[in-house]
């Protein structure tokens, strides 16, 4: 087992040979962007600046749109790619330079990566024929890993006979034996339909328990970020945006962005509010509608030093309370029966908004067109400042 320390890595990808390089910018012109990565003289940088530090036997996910670095960071760990610049170590040795297949971790692909033509058994001892393993342990360890992962029906089989599901076990039963100090997961339940993928969140919360090593888990997916990791490291644009428990990222999203990333559905938010500070206290004007806040936020916005300014007020959906005839007026555009929730989506003054109710408390689903209110409670609203959307308190 061991601990991974990232010291302000980066990768850049230089220009091929036949690509023209980019002319240099003058100095006050704005920023490129190209598929959201920064491009530079060296070329185009897909991470930067990552810093991190993951425990021995610690579960870490990076989350993020398409094309924010989390898989090149991670295949960077692997050794997949090479590091543009800073340091990475692994159980406190410095492996930059050390190939893939001697840094004692294991990987997991989206795609499964199987020998189609080698049996369930084979793919899984592969590895370990190639370091001329006794063929007794072999055995053994394929074996064990098997019977974790419950695939022990399934060893003489081939890939082309195995459901998706099945295959990924193998995949994972591939890396298990290998008994390696790191275990590298890149999006392996993407190829999976929802009911699989839920199953498969639960296996690799058991298969964590009993292999007891370091993970570090990519996906795009907030929900397998939210269940599976100790920790969450958010990514934008090759930046990380925050690093939390998942409790931490929802309740105290560090900037607009994870607060909009963060959370099923989506947070609400209300651009051009103003913040005022009267006789030592705030308060917010939403919609035409002033709110006081709670001690809790006058003492955080205090021990910042924040001041009178524009905001954007972040409120999540299942903060939100309907009424027919108190709180701000709205109108139903789409209701969405969810089971145990009703989605009721409402427009106000050209804004969309969200709100989840429990179908417990409610009698009769509002048809399209309702008039209707909603409201909130004041601690519960996130307050982003409008420059730089950083949350303020």
Known sequence: MAEVRLVNIKKVYPYSGGEEKKKKPRKDAPEEKKVNLQITDEGVVAVQEFSLDIKDKE??????????????????????????????????????????????????????????????????????????????????????????????????????????????????????????????????????????????????????????TTFIYVTHDQTEAMTLGDRIVIMRDGFIQQIGTPQEVFNHPANLFVAGFIGMPVMNFFPGCSLKKQGGKYTVTLLGKTFELSEEQNRGLAANGIGDREITVGVRPVHMTVDMKNGIPAKVDVTEMMGSELHIHMNTNGLDVVAVVPTTQISTIFPAGTDICFSFRPELMHLFDSGTEKNLI
Do not use: W
């Not at 692997?78 to 692994?90: H, M, Q, R």
């Open 59 to 212: 579960f870490i996910v990076l989350v993020g749109p398409s094309g924010c670095g989390k898989s090149t960071t991670l295949r960077m760990v692997a050794g997949l790619e090479d590091i543009s610049g800073g340091e990475l170590y692994i159980d406190g040795k410095l492996v930059n330079d050390v190939a893939p297949k001697d840094r004692d971790i294991a990987m997991v692909f989206q795609n499964y990566a199987l020998y189609p033509h080698m049996t369930v058994y084979e793919n899984m001892a592969f590895s370990l024929k190639l370091k001329k393993l006794p063929k007794a342990e072999i055995d053994r360890k394929v074996r064990e890993a098997a019977e974790i992962l419950d695939i022990t029906q399934y060893l003489e089989r081939k890939p082309k006979a195995l459901s998706g599901g099945q295959r990924q076990r193998v995949a994972i039963g591939r890396a298990i034996v290998r008994d390696p100090k790191v275990f590298l997961m890149d999006e392996p339940l993407s190829n999976l339909d929802a009911k699989l993928r839920n199953q498969m969140r639960a296996e690799i919360i058991k298969l964590r328990q009993r292999i007891n």
